[in-house]
């Protein structure tokens, strides 16, 4: 059964900083990987997508990359702003179903 | 624009009472999920359709109901077997690869 872990549950950090969110799964056999945001009380926007057979995608500040031998993604945010703070799920499509991570929290402090 | 509506935001249900959430999409996506998102946990997978007149359980279908007559839309039931049904509830639609979100519908039992 495919589970998905995310560290850390929270993330406090100061303007500027570039940080790094964790995403890993237990099975490797994964259609993509997709990192979404939520702000409180909203649904879930798609960040980036990426498919099994790619290593990383990038938008803007956001750089995401997937190594499905060891069962891990990675979100990177450069320059982080406070309008970055949400909550920062990510999910793992198999056959018919996405397994989603219970998300990080970030907060950027001004 | 497209997308996925979710209706109402805010929905109040008493004990013992069934409720239905509205989801219609305008993406012409064929595939459409809901979720239940509790605090601190992953989104849960309650039903889900990939054409029209056919739908399939998720990991949590006890005490709901579903049903897809037209490829727009896919209304959740949430009937009185339903124990604990207060949460936050996602609506979701998937083209190939990317899934999309609505904007949620909190319910409450009172």
């Known amino acids: 059964k495919q589970e998905v872990t995310q560290i850390p549950a929270a993330l406090s950090v100061p303007e500027g900083e570039n940080l790094v969110l964790n995403c890993s799964f237990t099975?490797?056999?994964?259609?993509?990987l997709q990192w979404f945001r939520q702000d409180p009380g909203k649904g879930l926007t798609s960040l980036l997508l990426?498919?099994?057979?790619?290593r990383e995608q990038t938008s803007g500040r956001l750089n995401a990359s997937l190594d499905k031998s060891s069962g891990r993604s990675t979100l990177y945010i450069a320059a982080s702003q406070p309008g970055d703070s949400a909550t920062y799920l990510c999910?793992?499509?198999?056959?018919?179903?996405?397994?989603f991570g219970t998300g990080t929290r970030l907060k950027v402090l001004a | 624009d497209g997308g996925i509506t979710q209706s109402p935001k805010y929905l109040f249900r008493k004990e013992g009472q069934n409720v239905t959430l509205s989801c219609e999409q305008n993406l012409n996506h064929d595939a459409m999920y809901w979720y239940r998102q509790d605090p601190g946990q992953g989104l849960r997978l309650i039903y889900y359709?990939?054409?029209?007149?056919?739908?399939q359980k998720g990991d949590i279908a006890e005490g709901y109901s579903v049903s897809r007559e037209k490829k727009e839309s896919f209304p959740l039931t949430v009937t009185s077997a339903q124990k604990n049904p207060t949460a936050f509830y996602l609506c979701?639609?998937?083209?190939?690869?990317?899934?999309?979100f609505g904007q949620g519908t909190r319910l409450t039992v009172v």
């Open positions: 990426i498919q099994s057979s790619q």
């Open positions: 099975d490797s056999a994964i259609y993509n």
């Open positions: 359709s990939q054409i029209v007149n056919d739908f």
């Open positions: 999910a793992v499509r198999g056959t018919y179903k996405y397994i």
């Open positions: 979701a639609s998937h083209l190939q690869e990317e899934a999309f």
